[in-house]
């Protein structure tokens, strides 16, 4: 039976070790070796950074939603920990969060949990407690085990779809080309083209691409932000920078 699930991962590396988005793309290659579908892009949450709370340099989770036999649910786990166990840094607190958003009872508590994640320093015990009650899969591989607190709140905010940014960029438009929004809503990584404080955009219009674009999750969606690129190209559209998706 058909089961969709949302995994996170934290803390999984130090300044000399492959990154967590990277494990995160290898979780998410070995469940489409099985056959399953991982149909959207790993998704960047930034969370609160503040002395209280190590870190390697960014504080972010890496979430990723997966469509897999229900069946084989608890062994995706097992395996995941093992994974994380194996493959993360030396000295680093790696968590993992899995859990199935068709179970959840009370998603409102989940998504406050991931909301104060980003303004304020959490206690380990209250993200077990809060994943024990909600029937949700929180364990620490390593370390202090920490990353439970990011990995939980990284898997709320996914949830919610109103925060994060696409692991990546999108490889396939060119930097300095002008690509109609037809053509880039045929990417999977980007369901819709919009303003940033606007509404979306036409599938004739045309948009400048920047260096390393990327989408953002808004509304549950992947969304490509643009902004006015005039006076330079009249009519024409640009990606934001890096700079300006800061703030997603």
Same mark, same amino acid.
């Given at each position: 039976?058909?089961?969709?699930?949302?995994?996170?991962?934290?803390?999984?590396?130090?300044?000399?070790?492959?990154?967590?988005?990277?494990?995160?793309?290898?979780?998410?290659?070995?469940?489409?070796?099985?056959?399953?579908?991982?149909?959207?892009?790993?998704?960047?949450?930034?969370?609160?950074?503040?002395?209280?709370?190590?870190?390697?340099?960014?504080?972010?989770?890496?979430?990723?939603?997966?469509?897999?036999?229900?069946?084989?649910?608890?062994?995706?786990?097992?395996?995941?920990?093992?994974?994380?166990?194996?493959?993360?840094?030396?000295?680093?607190?790696?968590?993992?969060?899995?859990?199935?958003?068709?179970?959840?009872?009370? &998603?409102? %508590? $989940?998504?406050?949990? @991931?909301?104060?994640? *980003?303004?304020?320093?959490?206690?380990? #015990?209250?993200?077990?407690?809060?994943?024990?009650?909600?029937?949700?899969?929180?364990?620490?591989?390593?370390?202090?085990?920490?990353?439970?607190?990011?990995?939980?709140?990284?898997?709320?905010?996914?949830?919610?779809?109103?925060?994060?940014?696409?692991?990546?960029?999108?490889?396939?438009?060119?930097?300095?080309?002008?690509?109609?929004?037809?053509?880039?809503?045929?990417?999977?990584?980007?369901?819709?083209?919009?303003?940033?404080?606007?509404?979306?955009?036409? &599938?004739? %219009? $045309?948009?400048?691409? @920047?260096?390393?674009? *990327?989408?953002?999750?808004?509304?549950? #969606?992947?969304?490509?932000?643009?902004?006015?690129?005039?006076?330079?190209?009249?009519?024409?559209?640009?990606?934001?920078?890096?700079?300006?998706?800061?703030?997603?």
């Amino acid at each position: 039976m058909d089961t969709r699930i949302l995994l996170c991962i934290d803390d999984t590396d130090d300044l000399d070790s492959p990154g967590t988005g990277e494990l995160a793309e290898e979780i998410g290659a070995h469940i489409r070796t099985r056959g399953w579908d991982v149909p959207a892009p790993i998704t960047r949450h930034q969370l609160l950074i503040h002395p209280d709370i190590p870190y390697t340099s960014h504080n972010s989770s890496m979430c990723l939603a997966a469509t897999i036999d229900g069946r084989h649910y608890q062994a995706l786990i097992d395996w995941s920990g093992d994974f994380l166990a194996k493959r993360s840094a030396p000295g680093s607190d790696p968590g993992l969060c899995v859990l199935r958003p068709d179970k959840l009872d009370q &998603p409102a %508590a $989940l998504i406050s949990f @991931g909301r104060r994640a *980003k303004a304020e320093v959490l206690e380990q #015990r209250a993200a077990h407690e809060l994943a024990a009650a909600l029937g949700i899969h929180l364990s620490e591989h390593g370390g202090t085990g920490q990353g439970v607190i990011g990995a939980l709140a990284g898997a709320a905010l996914r949830l919610e779809g109103k925060d994060g940014r696409m692991r990546g960029t999108l490889r396939d438009f060119a930097a300095g080309t002008q690509v109609p929004v037809l053509a880039l809503l045929q990417h999977p990584a980007v369901d819709e083209v919009r303003q940033v404080d606007g509404p979306a955009l036409s &599938p004739d %219009a $045309l948009v400048m691409i @920047g260096e390393k674009p *990327k989408s953002v999750m808004q509304d549950g #969606r992947f969304v490509l932000l643009v902004q006015a690129d005039t006076p330079t190209h009249p009519g024409i559209w640009r990606t934001c920078t890096r700079q300006e998706l800061q703030a997603y």
